[in-house]
Nanobody, 122 residues
Framework: QVQLVESGGGLVQTGGSLRLSCAASGRTFGTYAMGWFRQAPGKEREFVAGISWNGDTVYYADSVKGRFTISRSNAKNTGYLQMNSLKPEDTAVYYC???????????????WGRGTQVTVSS
């Protein structure tokens, strides 16, 4: 079991940047693929970005390609999501999640954090 805690959310203006962190504890974080998802009010949870256990493979949703960057430090048991050029439509609760069986864009992840709110004002 891996426990996850997100941080770094907040209120930012259009065009601004935020860096989300996902701190992991418990079993070895470095054996898990990690994903970031988001859920806006009234909408389903959607995939944002994902990274394999060793960082060699990354996936991005089309809506964030070129603006968001996912990374991880297995030594620090922490994952990151750098978000640049933020838009009002990026407003959502952002969740990190981990999956032992490898990277996927589906929400079939083993453990989830509680989320951090990101609000982008226009």
């Amino acid at each position: 079991q891996v426990q996850l805690v997100e941080s770094g959310g907040g209120l930012v203006q259009t065009g601004g940047s935020l860096r989300l962190s996902c701190a992991a504890s418990g079993r070895t974080f470095g054996t898990y693929a990690m994903g970031w998802f988001r859920q806006a009010p009234g909408k389903e949870r959607e995939f944002v970005a994902g990274i394999s256990w060793n960082g060699d493979t990354v996936y991005y949703a089309d809506s964030v390609k070129g603006r968001f960057t996912i990374s991880r430090s297995n030594a620090k048991n922490t994952g990151y999501l750098q978000m640049n050029s933020l838009k009002p439509e990026d407003t959502a609760v952002y969740y990190c999640a981990v999956r032992l069986e490898g990277l996927t864009t589906s929400p079939a992840y083993d453990n989830w954090g509680r989320g951090t709110q990101v609000t982008v004002s226009s």
